[in-house]
Every structure is written in structure tokens, then in C-alpha cells.
């Protein structure tokens, strides 16, 4: 019981970490965070680490489904930096389904 209760709190733990390490390489992870499919589209989805029920986790991309391109492929949050303001405004007005 004891090792299990470790291997818990070492995971919630590490994405924690991983976490604070994307904020600060420039992601902007939570309630609308920007991502890019392989196609290049752009659309806003909930990103929290560790929290998924639409996707599948790869740790820093994710198999999801993308509705501009209408078809499932693999996502990854853009840096803040890497995004113009068309950008933002294209990916706002394009959301996914707003569960995690």
C-alpha cells in the first residue's frame, strides 16, 4: 500500500513539473490553450496535463480530434510567442468539444 501511494504522489508530482517546465518554455496550458495538428490547423482545446477523457496522451502531443480539418490526427499546444494575433483569433473561434 505504502508503494503505491508513492508511485501516486510521484506521478502527480512529475506533471506538476512538467507543467511548470511548459509554462515556462512559453505554453500556455489550462482552459484554452492554442494547438496545432499535423495538417497545421490551428484550434483552442483544454489542456491539463494528466487530465484527458477525448484524447489519447502521448505527454507533450496528443491524438485528438481536429474540427477545422475535420479528421483525427496529432495536436501540440503553440507557444505563445510562435502565435500572431490572426493567429489567436482563428484558433478562438475554433474549439473542440470543452471537455478535458
Known amino acids: 500500500m505504502r508503494t503505491r501511494g508513492r508511485r501516486i504522489l510521484l506521478g502527480i508530482a512529475a506533471i ?13 496550458l489550462g482552459a484554452d490553450t492554442v494547438v496545432r495538428c499535423r495538417r497545421g ?3 483552442t482545446t483544454i489542456w491539463i496535463p494528466g487530465v484527458k477523457l ?3 496522451d502521448l505527454l507533450v ?7 477545422v480539418g475535420r479528421h ?3 495536436v501540440m499546444p503553440v507557444r505563445d510567442a510562435d502565435l500572431t494575433v490572426e493567429d489567436r483569433l ?3 473561434s475554433h474549439r473542440d468539444v470543452r471537455i478535458p
Open 72 to 74: 483525427w490526427s496529432l
Open 54 to 56: 477525448k484524447a489519447i
Open 16 to 28: 506538476a513539473v512538467w507543467t511548470l517546465v511548459a509554462r515556462r518554455l512559453g505554453y500556455r
Open 90 to 92: 482563428f484558433a478562438g
Open 41 to 43: 490547423h490551428l484550434f
Open 61 to 67: 502531443a496528443r491524438i485528438q480530434w481536429c474540427p
